[in-house]
């Protein structure tokens, strides 16, 4: 099956910092893929839509600027938290599909704590 | 506006008994209603899908029914066991299955030995 990967799984920055996290298609190409932000004990809340080639598409609310989007290959997208801040602490998670009719498979999560 | 509501929030079941999940969604458009579950610190892992052109799916113990008029679905967990405890949540999507999800704001499941 698919296979998202996500990494670190695991980062601790401090306030001011940027940070970098990094979502591989294994063994697939990814034309598109999400990155979402959950919050303890709350849902997943879509960010944007990273497009190979192109912007991301953000979803309102969402600051570009501190939330950057690369995805500079049919395999890889990074977001890059820039000047993280403690309310930027979360778990962040990317999700991608082989192809419009498959599934979104998600990466295991990067849990992202600001000091 | 929160265009998935799922239902309850919290669910404590015994061992062997039926989980019972439910979500309502607004947005007519959705024509692709996944299933996903989480355990901690761990990202959704797809559990099963549904179109609306049917009412009912199974794959083993997990079961999706749909109503379309109603725009309701729900899950069912039969003979529920504690490795089922997690969150799980519902999903919406349209046009494609690999297009981007609207979750439902989750159930955490708690099955007791």
């Known amino acids: 099956g698919a296979v998202v990967s996500q990494h670190p799984s695991r980062v601790i920055c401090k306030s001011g910092t940027s940070v970098k996290i990094e979502c591989r298609s294994l063994?697939?190409?990814?034309?598109?893929m999400f990155w979402y932000r959950q919050f303890p004990k709350q849902s997943l809340m879509l960010m944007a839509t990273?497009?190979?080639?192109?912007?991301?598409?953000?979803e309102q609310g969402v600051e570009k600027d501190k939330f950057l989007i690369n995805h500079a290959s049919l395999t890889l997208s990074t977001l890059t938290v820039t000047s993280a801040h403690p309310e930027d602490s979360s778990f962040y998670i990317c999700?991608?599909?082989?192809?419009?009719?498959?599934?979104?498979?998600f990466g295991n999560g990067t849990r992202l704590t600001v000091t | 506006q929160q265009q998935v509501k799922q239902s309850p929030q919290s669910l404590i079941v015994q061992k062997g008994g039926i989980s019972i999940i439910n979500c309502a969604y607004e947005?007519?458009?959705?024509?692709?209603f996944p299933w996903y579950q989480q355990f901690p610190g761990k990202g959704p892992a797809l559990l099963i899908a549904?179109?609306?052109?049917?009412s009912e799916k199974k794959e083993g113990r997990f079961t999706i029914s749909f109503n379309k008029s109603a725009k309701q679905f729900s899950l069912h967990i039969m003979d529920s066991q504690p490795g089922d405890s997690a969150t799980y949540f519902c999903?919406?999507?349209?046009?494609?299955?690999?297009?981007?999800?609207?979750f439902g704001g989750g159930t955490r499941l708690m099955v007791k030995p």
């Open positions: 999700s991608a599909s082989i192809g419009d009719n498959s599934p979104l498979h």
């Open positions: 063994d697939f190409q990814a034309t598109t």
């Open positions: 990273s497009n190979e080639g192109s912007k991301a598409t953000y």
């Open positions: 947005n007519t458009a959705f024509d692709y």
């Open positions: 549904i179109r609306p052109d049917v």
């Open positions: 999903a919406a999507s349209t046009e494609n299955a690999g297009n981007m999800l609207t």
